[in-house]
């Protein structure tokens, strides 16, 4: 595998305007650097983005990491002191404690993996930027969508807005005032984090369709064929083993943290359930619908991204019938058998696979537990 890319860095040295002169075609750090900077003020991003390339962040930068694990620290002993000092302790009152501190400390483990992964960070987009370099030598034009990033953003903002309009029409007082801007607080900045993960996953998604739509489909299988444009077997192994290091930087970055990721979205829905039997259902969608939402993009875009890797064999395949009439059948079998055994998947911290079967699993316990509560 290293050795498939072991030139890719150095490839990237040449001048990007050989291949990619159009201003819509810069290095995938500057189209998506709103963003990252955006992520960044919310300490979910830590690299520093120098001439379209991502470096380490110097130490200066490491306040915003303290800064933000200091306020989900001092938020914690403050509900946690608050919890201890009331007349008497109810199951509600502590599943609502538990909910809250799950919360920060998922948010918490997100902020130090973006501090500790910057490396697997830089790995990432300058496997992207290989990809899309090699791409443009063999002649084809591709460019990420980003229409559809923006408007998750947009619709995840409106989503803000509804929450912070919920919180203010709140009339609670004292401690429970608290709890609630802590409920919306924290599910302000898991939506947020959401998007970041949503967007990562969206840039490989986009690339492997690429791979399916336009390379796979129009490999040659004549090994004497050869050019700076002909799509060879050993070229999209090369182009696939890209993507694939870059599925494999996502992993290590956030394999542990999605984890707690989901077992904090999980506990918000529900503790929160019981809204509905207190509340308007109007407030009660507020408080539930946000996390359910970040549950079925994450199931999504990590299931789509999965199936559109992992069709590659397929697509391969369908072309493949020459090699098998002209008796070179383990040929066939090796190509399948380096996909299949490179397949894609998204897990957390190997305990389950993300994906849109986990979500219809989990939207039937939430059902089950919302019949036997109402």
Known sequence: ???????????????????????????????????????????????????????????LFYGICIFWISVYFLYVCFLFYNYLTVDSITTRLTVDFLKHLIGYISLSVNVIAAYTSQNHFGKFFDRLDSYDYEVARMNEQRRDNLWIPWSAAFFMTIIVLLLL?????????????????????????????????????YLMLERFKHINNKIASNVTWDEKERGSRTITVPRLKMLYSMLYDAQQAFNDIYKNSLLIWFASLMIHVLANIRVFREERPLIGCAFVGPSIMQLLILCAICHYTAGEANRIPCVLSEYMSSLANSGETMTKIDILTYFLHNRVSFEAAGFFTINLPLFHSIIAAITTYFMILI
Do not use: P, Q
Not at 5 to 23: I, V
Not at 168 to 183: M, N, P
């Open 1 to 59: 595998m290293k050795v498939l890319f072991s030139g890719s860095a150095r490839a990237l040295k040449f001048r990007w305007s050989t291949c990619c002169s159009d201003s819509r075609d810069r290095r995938c750090v500057e189209r998506v650097k709103s963003f990252l900077l955006f992520f960044k003020l919310c300490g979910m991003f830590a690299n520093e983005i120098n001439k379209d390339r991502l470096k380490r962040c110097s130490r």
């Open 165 to 201: 309009n919920v919180m203010v029409s709140e009339t609670s007082v004292g401690i429970l005032f608290y709890v609630v801007l802590s409920d919306i607080s924290t599910m302000i900045m898991h939506i947020y984090g959401t998007l970041e993960k949503f967007l990562i996953l």
